[in-house]
């Protein structure tokens, strides 16, 4: 399985951007699949995750209501449409798959595949 994120780039404080997230299988649709970011010096962090079908969906304290995460099954794609991005929001970006979600979701070891990571620097 390998996943593809894309979307990453520089902006200025208070900008948006749309992260993507795509699958080279149809069975990515039945898969939890979360974003983390990494910023220089600090751990991988879990930002958002979406259970198969969207019935449910986490997010970090850091981001609830400025990022928004979303699935396109007919794509094959998972979106991270992030708003209101503040500097702190610069990391590394990762998409990740989880073939058997238990629940547990923040941990990076929870998941089976990852993708390469995108690159989103806020400047203020």
């Known amino acids: 399985v390998q996943l593809q994120a894309s979307g990453g780039g520089l902006v200025q404080a208070g900008g948006s951007l749309r992260l993507s997230c795509a699958a080279s299988v149809r069975t990515f649709s039945t898969y939890f699949v979360a974003w983390f970011r990494q910023a220089p010096g600090k751990e991988r962090e879990f930002v958002a995750g979406i259970t198969r079908s969207a019935y449910s969906i986490y997010s970090a304290d850091s981001v609830k209501g400025r990022f928004t995460i979303s699935r396109d099954t007919a794509k094959n794609t998972v979106y991270l449409q992030m708003n209101t991005l503040k500097p702190e929001d610069t990391a590394v970006y990762y998409c990740?798959?989880?073939?058997?979600?238990?629940?547990?979701?923040?941990?990076?070891?929870?998941?089976?595949?990852w993708g390469q990571g995108t690159l989103v620097t806020v400047s203020s």
């Open positions: 990740a798959a989880d073939v058997n979600f238990s629940g547990t979701y923040s941990s990076a070891t929870e998941y089976d595949y």
